[in-house]
């Protein structure tokens, strides 16, 4: 399964723009670039996925490299209630399978 | 309307006793998953279902057997529960099998072994 690497932890200040990034040197092809996030006591939560290029949704934007080896995403007005941990996975095109790491904990502070 | 349910959302329970968990979407999709997440928050792959049949199984040891009795739903039993079991599960679903689509997740079911 293909790695990424992530922060441990980041904060934010609320109304703030938040740039998590994500490095996945390892990268193939046929990877897409998947972030989800885990709000506490709760499931993990779809934000966003691409595959080359840059991707926007009503909840974040992607930015990929050109080279593809690493990833940002962008929330662009932090709120209290984007603390959570962000995970950035690899999934290769061919399967449904996520691996999620240890992720980014993120922290809104007021 | 909640897309991806389950039941029960706790569960606690004795060692060695046989248990289930059920899950139910929605939403239409082929596809359905079980997650194990443990006491250190990592989150794990345990199957996927696709149309009833069964497509992922990650050397998840055979007293957890998954049962699809339809597309909608995908249950969970565990036979002779073990303390290592303790942990949160969640059920997802997605609309297929690529790498490509977005997998929606339950709230979760948080069972304690004692």
């Known amino acids: 399964d293909a790695k990424t690497t992530q922060p441990n932890s980041m904060e934010s200040n609320e109304e703030e723009p938040v740039h998590l990034p994500c490095n996945h040197s390892?990268?193939?092809?046929?990877?897409?670039i998947h972030w989800y996030r885990q709000l506490p006591s709760q499931g993990p939560e779809y934000v966003i996925h691409?595959?080359?290029s840059n991707v926007n949704n009503r909840m974040a934007s992607l930015a990929i490299a050109e080279d593809r080896k690493s990833s940002t995403l962008i929330l662009h007005r932090a709120t209290l209630r984007d603390a959570a941990v962000y995970y950035c996975i690899l999934n290769w095109g061919g399967s449904e399978k996520l691996v999620f790491g240890k992720g980014t904990k993120l922290t809104v502070n007021p | 309307d909640t897309a991806v349910s389950q039941t029960p959302k706790y569960l606690v329970t004795q060692m060695g006793n046989d248990k289930s968990i059920k899950c139910e979407q929605n939403l239409g999709h082929d596809t359905m998953y079980w997650y194990k997440q443990d006491s250190k928050k990592f989150l794990k792959i345990m199957f996927s279902y696709n149309n009833k049949e069964l497509i992922i199984n990650e050397t998840v040891p055979n007293r957890f057997s998954p049962k699809s009795p339809d597309k909608a739903h995908l249950n969970l039993h565990i036979n002779s529960l073990e303390l290592g079991d303790s942990a949160v599960y969640f059920c997802?679903?997605?609309?297929?099998?690529?790498?490509?689509?977005?997998?929606?997740f339950g709230p979760g079911t948080r069972l304690t072994v004692l």
């Open positions: 691409g595959l080359t």
């Open positions: 997802a679903s997605s609309p297929g099998t690529s790498g490509g689509v977005e997998q929606f």
């Open positions: 390892t990268i193939s092809g046929t990877d897409y």
